[in-house]
């Protein structure tokens, strides 16, 4: 695998992996940006009002236990004959992997809006704040902690199974593993699958950092200060 590495033709060109983690790195932000404009104002919401927490609960469990794999499938069938270009193959995947991401955004969001301290709402409100004043100006700056820990576990979970983009002939690192397979070059297939795993904690690293500079000191002490 490390002479795999050091050759130099496994890093130019359309295959190379430099394009391949460009593409990969491009329908993971395109999916996790739509994962949030859905599950960020769905978890808000109801951590807001309280309302539909069963229907959360249940619509997070229900997009978990969806076979990934064979969802893409059934999509590409259906997206065929209305695409005629590689659309009918990139829309599929990026659905997949949205309805996948949005149960820990929606989640996290929700729960973090849940977990502040009811005192400091009550405070909110006898200073005659209103509704959306509250949420935005002290039940998500208070919630950002838990919001970001759902984003990383999305962003995790896109990276990891974009993989499977490759299944339908689009790019990214999952074709590195699957033409390695198809090839039986064994050597190429733990590159992407090293690739992916190094692209993910660097993705992770870089989202804990934001959240580092992102979230209140006293907010990350409260929080590493409760007990497990």
């Not at 960020?40 to 076979?67: C, D, E, K, M, Q």
């Not at 959240?211 to 006293?218: L, N, Q």
Request: aromatic share 8%.
């Amino acid at each position: 695998m490390i002479e795999w590495f050091s050759n130099p033709e496994h890093w130019t060109g359309t295959d190379g992996v430099i394009i391949l983690v460009a593409q990969h790195l491009g329908y993971s932000a395109i999916a996790l940006f739509f994962a949030c404009l859905i599950g960020l104002p769905v978890g808000l919401y109801v951590g807001h009002t309280g309302r539909g927490v069963v229907f959360i609960a249940g619509l997070a469990n229900a997009l978990r236990s969806l076979p990934s794999l064979g969802l893409l499938a059934l999509l590409v069938i259906l997206f065929g004959p209305v695409f005629a270009s590689d659309l009918a193959f990139t829309v599929p995947s990026l659905i997949v992997l949205v309805l996948l991401a949005v149960p820990p955004i929606m989640t996290g969001s929700y729960a973090g809006v849940a977990a502040v301290d009811p005192a400091a709402v009550d405070a909110a409100r006898g200073m005659g704040k209103r509704p959306l004043d509250i949420l935005f100006d002290v039940e998500l700056p208070c919630a950002l902690p838990l919001i970001f820990s759902g984003l990383r576990s999305a962003t995790l979970q896109i990276i990891s199974t974009a993989t499977i983009a490759a299944y339908v002939s689009l790019g990214g690192l999952g074709r590195l593993i699957i033409d390695g397979r198809a090839q039986h070059d064994y050597y190429q297939m733990a590159a992407g699958a090293v690739l992916v795993g190094v692209l993910a904690l660097a993705v992770d690293i870089t989202i804990g950092l934001v959240a580092r500079f992102t979230v209140s000191a006293g907010l990350t002490r409260r929080v590493k200060g409760r007990p497990s």
